[in-house]
């Protein structure tokens, strides 16, 4: 009697299927895994340029109006940093979007309350305070409602705070101007 040269085996070829389709799907998932931990860190980085973007803004705006901001006693001085914030910027006049028509100081206060209102539409719970600090390498928190600025010194320390929503912490940016 003969043998039958090929030798029937059913079902091997659908178990081959299921396996790579289990595989392949392990590897979407996991590809779907690292998109979504790009785009968080992408929102982050996003965050980060856009406090760097208005750290530069208000140190521009200071270098326009040099009268203004030699002492630590300016009108660029904000050492409020009351948590959460609100936008109760110093007054504003009317005619002040440029520095004639108005006197520094007033140029001074425009800037700083276009300032403000700009962290707190672009930055999520944005503040920042402006002040003298002879220590700019500190690290203190938004919670604590302390820019720890001590005033000595001849160097600005612009300094933004930011809710980071994907970490769930406060970030921060430092940009020192010196007049």
């Known amino acids: 009697m003969m043998k039958n040269k090929y030798s029937r085996q059913n079902g091997f070829t659908l178990l081959e299927i299921l396996i790579t389709v289990l595989v392949l799907s392990i590897g979407l998932l996991g590809l779907a895994g690292l998109q979504v ?17 208005l750290g530069y ?32 910027a110093p007054s504003v006049t009317a005619n002040c979007s440029s520095t004639t028509g108005c006197t520094t100081t007033q140029m ?13 539409n672009t930055l999520p719970g944005g503040v920042g305070v402006i002040c003298v600090d002879s220590d ?4 203190v928190s ?13 160097v600005f320390a612009i300094k933004i705070w930011w809710s980071d929503t994907d970490t769930n912490t406060f970030k921060r ?7």
Do not use: E
């Not at 860190?41 to 973007?53: G, K």
């Open 57 to 88: 803004d208000i140190a521009d705006r200071m270098r326009a109006n040099p009268a203004a901001n030699y002492t630590a006693k300016s009108p660029y001085t904000i050492t409020t940093t009351v948590f959460p914030y609100t936008v109760s």
């Open 173 to 179: 940016f430092t940009v020192n101007y010196q007049p």
């Open 37 to 53: 931990s790009s785009m968080k860190s992408n929102h982050s980085s996003y965050l980060r340029s856009q406090a760097t973007i």
């Open 108 to 120: 001074a206060n425009t800037d700083i309350n276009q300032w403000r209102v700009d962290l707190a």
């Open 142 to 154: 938004i919670a604590t409602a302390d820019a720890d600025c001590d005033g000595l010194g001849g």
């Open 136 to 139: 700019l390498t500190d690290d």
